[in-house]
Nanobody, 122 residues
Framework: QVQLVESGGGTVQAGGSLRLSCAAF????????MGWHRQVPGKQRELVAV???????MYADSVKGRFTISRDNAKSAVYLQMDSLKPEDTAVYYC????????????????WGQGIQVTVSS
C-alpha cells in the first residue's frame, strides 16, 4: 500500500510563492509517475502537473510558466513550486502516484494523498 503525505500548504498573498512537498512510502519511488491535482468545492478535481519516472514533465495550461514540478528519487519525494500565485489557484492540492502516466494524467491513479489546502488572497 503506497502512502503519500503532502506538506507545505497555507495562505499566501497574490503574487507570492509556495512549495508543496509529497513524500511517498511503501513503493519503489523511482518507478512511479507522480502528479499534482487540485480541487475546489463544487468542481471536478483537475490536473496541475505530472512528472514521469524519466523526468518528463507536463503542465495544465493554467499553470504553465508559474508552477514547476520536480522529484528527488533519493528522498522518495515530489515537489510543486508555485510562483506568481493567483486567487484562482486556491484549492485543495492532491499528490498522485501510479506506475502508468495515463492514470495520473486522467485522475485515476492507484494512490492519492490526503490533500492540502492552498489559499491565495487578493
Amino acid at each position: 500500500q503506497v502512502q503519500l503525505v503532502e506538506s507545505g500548504g497555507g495562505t499566501v498573498q497574490a503574487g507570492g510563492s509556495l512549495r508543496l512537498s509529497c513524500a511517498a512510502f511503501g513503493t519503489v519511488f523511482r518507478l512511479n509517475v507522480m502528479g499534482w491535482h487540485r480541487q475546489v468545492p463544487g468542481k471536478q478535481r483537475e490536473l496541475v502537473a505530472v512528472i514521469t519516472s524519466g523526468g518528463t514533465v507536463m503542465y495544465a495550461d493554467s499553470v504553465k510558466g508559474r508552477f514547476t514540478i520536480s522529484r528527488d528519487n533519493a528522498k522518495s519525494a515530489v515537489y510543486l513550486q508555485m510562483d506568481s500565485l493567483k486567487p484562482e489557484d486556491t484549492a485543495v492540492y492532491y499528490c498522485a502516484s501510479d506506475l502508468r502516466a495515463a492514470a495520473v494524467r486522467t485522475g485515476t491513479p492507484a494512490s492519492w494523498g490526503q490533500g492540502i489546502q492552498v489559499t491565495v488572497s487578493s
